[in-house]
Protein backbone atom coordinates (compact mmCIF):
# COMPACT_ATOMS: atom_id res chain seq x y z
CA UNK A 1 0.00 0.00 0.00
CA UNK A 2 3.04 2.65 0.59
CA UNK A 3 4.49 2.05 -2.72
CA UNK A 4 1.21 2.63 -4.58
CA UNK A 5 0.32 5.92 -2.25
CA UNK A 6 3.58 7.43 -3.15
CA UNK A 7 3.30 6.43 -6.46
CA UNK A 8 -0.41 8.48 -6.52
CA UNK A 9 1.52 11.05 -4.37
CA UNK A 10 4.02 11.51 -7.42
CA UNK A 11 1.44 11.46 -10.21
CA UNK A 12 -0.31 14.61 -8.25
CA UNK A 13 2.36 16.23 -7.31
CA UNK A 14 3.42 16.66 -11.23
CA UNK A 15 -0.35 17.60 -11.21
CA UNK A 16 0.42 20.58 -8.93
CA UNK A 17 3.53 22.07 -10.55
CA UNK A 18 1.67 21.62 -13.97
CA UNK A 19 -0.94 23.44 -12.36
CA UNK A 20 1.27 26.27 -10.99
CA UNK A 21 2.96 26.62 -14.07
CA UNK A 22 -0.17 26.86 -15.98
CA UNK A 23 -1.61 29.02 -13.45
CA UNK A 24 1.24 31.58 -13.48
CA UNK A 25 1.75 31.85 -16.95
CA UNK A 26 -1.94 32.44 -17.51
CA UNK A 27 -2.31 34.94 -14.65
CA UNK A 28 1.03 36.91 -15.84
CA UNK A 29 0.49 36.51 -19.56
CA UNK A 30 2.50 39.67 -19.86
CA UNK A 31 5.76 38.60 -18.20
CA UNK A 32 5.97 35.12 -19.21
CA UNK A 33 5.33 36.23 -23.04
CA UNK A 34 8.11 38.13 -22.83
CA UNK A 35 10.27 35.25 -22.42
CA UNK A 36 8.43 33.25 -25.50
CA UNK A 37 8.67 36.44 -27.56
CA UNK A 38 12.36 37.17 -26.92
CA UNK A 39 12.91 32.96 -27.95
CA UNK A 40 11.17 33.45 -31.45
CA UNK A 41 12.78 36.57 -32.50
CA UNK A 42 15.94 34.74 -31.02
CA UNK A 43 17.63 38.90 -30.58
CA UNK A 44 19.34 37.95 -27.17
CA UNK A 45 21.35 34.94 -28.20
CA UNK A 46 25.09 35.53 -29.64
CA UNK A 47 25.42 38.10 -32.10
CA UNK A 48 27.06 35.87 -35.18
CA UNK A 49 25.03 32.95 -34.59
CA UNK A 50 24.15 31.82 -37.96
CA UNK A 51 20.84 31.06 -37.26
CA UNK A 52 19.26 33.72 -36.41
CA UNK A 53 17.24 33.16 -40.02
CA UNK A 54 15.09 30.89 -37.93
CA UNK A 55 13.50 33.71 -36.17
CA UNK A 56 10.05 34.73 -36.35
CA UNK A 57 8.85 38.11 -36.27
CA UNK A 58 5.29 38.03 -36.80
CA UNK A 59 4.05 38.50 -33.06
CA UNK A 60 0.76 36.76 -33.27
CA UNK A 61 2.90 33.40 -33.63
CA UNK A 62 4.69 33.88 -30.59
CA UNK A 63 0.90 34.66 -28.78
CA UNK A 64 -0.05 31.32 -30.99
CA UNK A 65 3.25 29.51 -29.66
CA UNK A 66 2.81 30.61 -26.22
CA UNK A 67 -1.14 29.74 -25.78
CA UNK A 68 -0.14 26.34 -27.35
CA UNK A 69 2.47 25.61 -24.08
CA UNK A 70 -0.25 26.77 -21.85
CA UNK A 71 -2.37 24.25 -23.35
CA UNK A 72 -0.01 21.40 -23.01
CA UNK A 73 0.83 22.61 -19.05
CA UNK A 74 -2.69 22.89 -18.54
CA UNK A 75 -3.65 19.26 -20.42
CA UNK A 76 -0.76 17.81 -18.47
CA UNK A 77 -2.27 19.56 -14.87
CA UNK A 78 -5.80 18.38 -15.00
CA UNK A 79 -5.03 14.85 -16.85
CA UNK A 80 -2.18 14.47 -13.88
CA UNK A 81 -4.94 14.93 -11.19
CA UNK A 82 -7.87 12.69 -13.13
CA UNK A 83 -5.45 10.37 -13.05
CA UNK A 84 -3.57 10.68 -9.65
CA UNK A 85 -7.37 10.50 -8.31
CA UNK A 86 -8.36 7.51 -10.50
CA UNK A 87 -5.72 5.62 -8.86
CA UNK A 88 -6.33 6.91 -5.41
CA UNK A 89 -9.93 5.27 -6.16
CA UNK A 90 -8.36 1.72 -6.96
CA UNK A 91 -5.37 1.47 -4.34
CA UNK A 92 -7.02 -1.24 -2.49
CA UNK A 93 -7.57 -3.15 -5.61
CA UNK A 94 -5.99 -6.02 -6.91
CA UNK A 95 -2.55 -5.44 -8.87
CA UNK A 96 -4.14 -6.16 -12.18
CA UNK A 97 -6.58 -3.34 -12.07
CA UNK A 98 -4.07 -0.94 -10.28
CA UNK A 99 -2.15 -1.77 -13.04
CA UNK A 100 -4.47 -0.99 -15.52
CA UNK A 101 -5.50 2.28 -14.02
CA UNK A 102 -2.34 3.72 -14.55
CA UNK A 103 -2.59 4.18 -18.18
CA UNK A 104 -4.06 7.75 -17.56
CA UNK A 105 -1.39 8.93 -15.98
CA UNK A 106 1.12 7.36 -17.60
CA UNK A 107 -0.40 9.52 -20.87
CA UNK A 108 -0.34 12.63 -18.36
CA UNK A 109 3.49 12.45 -17.63
CA UNK A 110 4.52 11.53 -20.88
CA UNK A 111 2.57 14.15 -21.90
CA UNK A 112 4.21 16.78 -19.30
CA UNK A 113 7.40 15.53 -20.45
CA UNK A 114 6.92 16.27 -24.01
CA UNK A 115 5.78 19.49 -22.96
CA UNK A 116 8.97 20.45 -21.78
CA UNK A 117 11.56 18.00 -23.54
CA UNK A 118 9.99 19.05 -27.06
CA UNK A 119 8.37 22.82 -26.54
CA UNK A 120 11.49 24.18 -24.37
CA UNK A 121 14.47 21.85 -25.03
CA UNK A 122 14.25 21.07 -28.74
CA UNK A 123 12.34 23.90 -30.01
CA UNK A 124 13.25 26.57 -28.09
CA UNK A 125 16.79 25.60 -26.62
CA UNK A 126 17.87 24.12 -30.21
CA UNK A 127 15.61 25.31 -33.09
CA UNK A 128 15.37 28.93 -31.63
CA UNK A 129 19.30 28.84 -30.14
CA UNK A 130 17.64 29.72 -26.48
CA UNK A 131 20.78 28.05 -24.70
CA UNK A 132 22.59 31.38 -26.10
CA UNK A 133 20.63 33.82 -24.39
CA UNK A 134 22.17 34.73 -21.11
CA UNK A 135 18.57 36.45 -20.57
CA UNK A 136 15.96 34.50 -21.68
CA UNK A 137 17.78 30.86 -21.19
CA UNK A 138 14.91 27.84 -20.05
CA UNK A 139 16.98 25.48 -20.83
CA UNK A 140 18.42 24.50 -17.69
CA UNK A 141 14.58 24.73 -15.90
CA UNK A 142 13.00 22.44 -18.87
CA UNK A 143 15.30 19.96 -18.26
CA UNK A 144 15.33 19.62 -14.57
CA UNK A 145 10.88 19.57 -15.18
CA UNK A 146 10.79 16.73 -17.81
CA UNK A 147 13.80 15.00 -16.10
CA UNK A 148 11.69 14.99 -12.82
CA UNK A 149 8.68 13.67 -14.53
CA UNK A 150 10.18 10.89 -16.19
CA UNK A 151 11.04 9.72 -13.79
CA UNK A 152 7.98 9.64 -11.77
CA UNK A 153 7.29 7.90 -14.95
CA UNK A 154 9.73 5.42 -14.70
CA UNK A 155 8.47 4.81 -11.01
CA UNK A 156 5.33 4.33 -11.68
CA UNK A 157 5.17 1.68 -14.63
CA UNK A 158 7.06 -0.17 -12.21
CA UNK A 159 4.08 -3.40 -11.77
CA UNK A 160 2.41 -3.57 -8.41
CA UNK A 161 2.10 -7.28 -7.81
CA UNK A 162 -0.44 -8.53 -5.40
CA UNK A 163 0.95 -9.89 -1.54
CA UNK A 164 1.26 -12.84 -1.54
CA UNK A 165 -0.46 -14.16 2.00
CA UNK A 166 1.48 -17.85 1.94
CA UNK A 167 4.48 -15.93 3.12
Not at 127 to 146: E, I, T
Not at 149 to 162: A, R
Amino acid sequence: MVIRLSKISMVMAIALFASLVAFGNITDYGSNFAFVHHVFLMDTIFPDATIKYRAIEAEWLHHVGYIGIITLETLTAIICWVAGFKLLAVRNESAKIFNKSKNLAVISLTLGFLTWQVAFMSVGGEWFGMWMSKQWNGVPDAFRFFITIILVLIYLVQPEKDEDSSS
